[in-house]
């Protein structure tokens, strides 16, 4: 699979495991950041398939 995401977790050890699931499921994870804002600024420059997250808030 060619699909990118972008994980926003605030907990690394919860992060990684979620990295680890996604590759072993052939996704390439561009990025792990802590906060929305972080991952907002990231997505202005890079192109990603699907944010996944819970660290936005409104």
Same mark, same amino acid.
């Given at each position: 699979m060619d699909d990118?995401? *972008?994980v926003v977790e605030d907990e690394i050890?919860?992060?990684e495991h979620i990295k680890l699931?996604?590759?072993n499921q052939g996704y390439q994870v561009v990025s792990? *950041?802590?906060s929305g804002?972080?991952?907002i600024n990231k997505v202005e420059d890079t192109?990603?398939?699907l944010v996944d997250g819970h660290q936005f808030k409104g």
């Open positions: 990118k995401i *972008l050890i919860t992060a699931a996604l590759k792990l *950041l802590i804002e972080e991952a192109e990603v398939d």
